[in-house]
């Protein structure tokens, strides 16, 4: 320990912030990941009703309601002018 800086407790601290920081996310992930594996609810189907259908993303409905605020969220206002 030095005059200033209690050695000891600096590291309880950065021990402490990595296992919380790192390791509830970790563990998160884990039960996730088991609960997956073992309850057959959450299991992914092996076929889908059409396999050809597959949409990542938002529909393009959504798609045009959020670039719609985003650019009413971004443009200046006419009244500032």
Known sequence: MTEWIDQQAVWEIVVVGLLAGAGLPALFAVGL??????????????????PRMKRYGPSPVS???????????????????
Do not use: D, K, Y
């Open 63 to 81: 798609r045009a309601r959020i670039f719609s605020a985003i650019r009413m969220i971004s443009s200046p206002s006419s009244a500032a002018r």
């Open 33 to 50: 990941r088991a609960r997956r594996r073992l309850h057959p609810a959450f299991r992914p189907s092996r076929q889908s009703a059409n």
